[in-house]
């Protein structure tokens, strides 16, 4: 009688532990659906691979955990998910897409031979419930593997080296710059102070190397935050000017930046930085990934950026802007002790039109002695992801941009390419196979800085001797030390440019009537009679 009465009390406690579980795994797949819509592409993975722990033939989370881990680099398991589907028979009423995505993910792993064959399978089939604009997309990909395919038999492939653990983490670092021995970039490694979220949210701070030793944040004075992301170091070609990005999260994937201003002294002490103004930064828009670089046309340094203001051809373009001569110079650096009381004048930005597209484009570098940009870009053809790509400029004209190749490119993300003084070694960042990572899901999640060495046959243009040399300032561990002097540029043949030049002070300056070699004035007395006199 007692197993009779237990019998009932059984079932029921089977029922309330199947519904329970089945509310449970609904409640995941929940939270992996607003992780999605955020933009959260690793938490929207980790939810829905619980969900699949125990219902791994539920197509619809099958299906959204492909897409999401397609988005978050995880190739080999979008891979897994996608293939599950393709073994049922509801794929092409469900999924047209299917076919497609499986393109892209073996053009992403850089198997374009495969990657061919789903995308022509994808047209073959003509799913009836796929976007026309799809069966477009899927002719022109198929060009583009073809492309890489005959790229890779004909180039010359550039050798790359991660930089490893004393400068990588297994979150993205990115952005490299060299000042003299000491090398500038960006890192995603360090916590969110105050946050309570789990895992912690992260933020990006500018870390240094000198000297090819153990990578560190660069000490007292350097701009920095606990609760935004600094990075971007942009040098002026004296070294005393830094611009930066300050950028805030909007939601988990998604941020907004602004460009800054830092100075480093004549004491070689960071001052504190100032926002640039409009028209560099735009209210409501991203303005992020300064450059500077000297251009001979302007006869002074050039800012150059990404923004997705309005203006340009499409989601992020490249900008630049002269700069200001009179304030970017060392001769207009604020006294010691003093803070920078005025900002530079800005003309309107200028849209870099010939080298976007209705994609993206960012990273810029542009190298003086070559007139050469280098950028990156998910528009122009290439090898997959994000490909590197560089173009002549002549006077405010671009040629057709180029691809820079295997090596430095990948069927991965490959950006922020940077050229050393010497044209022939330098960096780039990338999340190509031998990053580091946290673990198998994460293996293709984040970028870490490669160095290279061009070939001289690689190496496209020859140098001209009318251009200012890159930044070579020898920078101490924590302070960036005044540069060297640039050397003046050679004086074209013509009569008019022989013409002496502008100076502001008698020739009995300081003291008046007196062959002394020392003065009793100080600096800024005799400054402030300079500019006077300029005034004038």
Known sequence: MKSVTSLPIL???LLVFSTAQGQSLRSYERAGDDAFKKKDYGAAVQHYATVLKRDDDNLSVLWKYGECARLFFAYGEAEKSFKKIAASKRYLKDYPLLHYRLGEIK????????????FEQFLKEKPAKAEPAYFEKALGEIDVCRAAQEMIAESQRVEVKNLGKAINSPYSDFAPVVVGDTLFFSSYRFDKKNDRSKPKAKITKVMISSKGGRAREPGRGFPTADTAHIAHTAFSPDGHYVVFSVCKNINAYDIRCELWLTVVDRRNRWLPPVRLPEPINMPGYTTTQPSIGYDSYYQGPVLWFA?????GRG???LWYVPLDTVFFCPCALPLPGKKITRLPRFETPINADEVNTPENEGMPF????????YFSSEGWPGLGGWDIFSVKKDSTLFGRPENAGPGLNSSYNDTYFYLKADGQNGYLSSNRPGSLYLDEMNKACCNDLWSFKLPRSVNVDKQEKDTIPTLSAKAPPTQVESPTPTPSLPEPPELQDFVGLPLYFDNDEPDKRTRRTTTQKTYEETVQSYLARQRE
Do not use: H, N, V, W
């Open 307 to 311: 923004s997705d203001r309005p203006g």
């Open 107 to 118: 053009k992403g792993q850089g198997d374009y031979a495969t990657a061919i064959e789903f």
């Open 315 to 317: 989601k992020m373009d």
């Open 11 to 13: 079932i029921f406690c």
């Open 366 to 373: 542009f190298f003086a002695p070559t007139k050469r940009l």
